[in-house]
């Protein structure tokens, strides 16, 4: 079992700056992927960022150049550092963790294991 807490989210302007993080507790040096998704209300949860146990990254390309996925395996920790925020990133973002499975670690059908969410919420 993983468990998964993320925070960092909040209220910011259009054009700002946010860093989510989600601590990992539990049999995690079996994951093999930890990703971020989100979901805003009335749309399809869909992947925002993952990274794999090499340190390969991906991203949507809405987020490409904006948001940077990293991770700090001491604390077991996983970072999404956001910038240029649109109001368009306004959203439930998750947390993901996953264990092999040969795919890409961008589909959600891969993770095994989800936290709580945070809400990030970008204004005008």
């Known amino acids: 079992q993983v468990q998964l807490v993320e925070s960092g989210g909040g209220s910011v302007q259009s054009g700002g700056s946010l860093r989510l993080s989600c601590s990992a507790f539990?049999?995690?040096?079996?994951?093999?992927?930890m990703g971020w998704f989100r979901q805003a209300p009335g749309k399809e949860r869909e992947g925002v960022a993952a990274?794999?146990?090499?340190?390969?990254?991906r991203y949507a390309d809405s987020v490409k150049g904006r948001f940077t996925i990293s991770q700090d395996n001491a604390k077991n920790t996983l970072y999404l550092q956001m910038n240029s925020l649109k109001l368009e990133d306004t959203a439930m973002y998750y947390c993901?963790?996953?264990?092999?499975?040969?795919?890409?670690?961008?589909?959600?059908?891969?993770?095994?294991?989800w936290g709580q969410g945070t809400q990030v919420t970008v204004s005008s």
């Open positions: 993901a963790a996953a264990y092999y499975s040969g795919g890409y670690c961008f589909e959600g059908d891969e993770y095994n294991y």
């Open positions: 539990g049999y995690t040096y079996s994951v093999y992927c």
């Open positions: 990274i794999d146990s090499d340190g390969n990254t």
